[in-house]
């Protein structure tokens, strides 16, 4: 196909947009892999490139949303997993010349793991993963100065009169 007159020449890289490599794209991140992370490979696009398929694509665009979903259970099910499995690690302590070695469960490494996944998630979709919040009414709804004062002033005039 030629070029017609006035038409203005394309810029960049063809894309590499294919079926095959938006089901991989898909597929990766309905397992919990993070669209950085999928992108970093070789063969991928770079993350705004698929941010621009999205954007031009809403079909593309609603499997990488339900992938999404899924990807975050898939996240949300690692969280248990973790909390649920021990983990077993060697604490050393070294005192001057004396090093001592204990096997017990990595709780504080596993509690950071969880910890970072949750905070991850309700960021990343805060209306299923986020922390519920409720709104408290802070506004003081005060007496009318004026009337407060006029009725102060009737009762210290009471008590000054006994």
């Not at 499997?63 to 898939?74: I, L, S, T």
């Not at 309700?122 to 802070?138: F, I, L, S």
Request: charged fraction near 35%; aromatic fraction near 4%.
């Amino acid at each position: 196909m030629s070029k017609q007159k006035g038409e203005p020449a394309k810029r960049g890289r063809p894309s590499k947009f294919t079926a095959e490599v938006a089901t991989e794209i898909c597929e990766r991140l309905a397992n919990g892999e993070p669209l950085a992370r999928i992108c970093r490979d070789e063969h991928m696009p770079g993350v705004v490139t698929v941010w621009d398929w999205e954007q031009a694509d809403t079909a593309f665009s609603e499997r990488v949303a339900r992938a999404r979903a899924a990807g975050f259970d898939e996240i949300a099910y690692d969280m248990l997993h973790i909390a649920d499995t021990q983990e077993q690690g060697v604490i050393r302590k070294v005192e001057g010349d004396k090093i001592t070695e204990t096997t017990e469960d990595m709780l504080g490494h596993r509690k950071l793991r969880v910890d970072t996944r949750a905070k991850l998630l309700a960021c990343w979709d805060p209306k299923r993963y986020g922390t519920q919040r409720t709104e408290v009414d802070m506004t003081a709804h005060l007496p009318d100065v004026a009337k407060a004062t006029t009725q102060l002033d009737e009762i210290l005039g009471l008590l000054a009169s006994k």
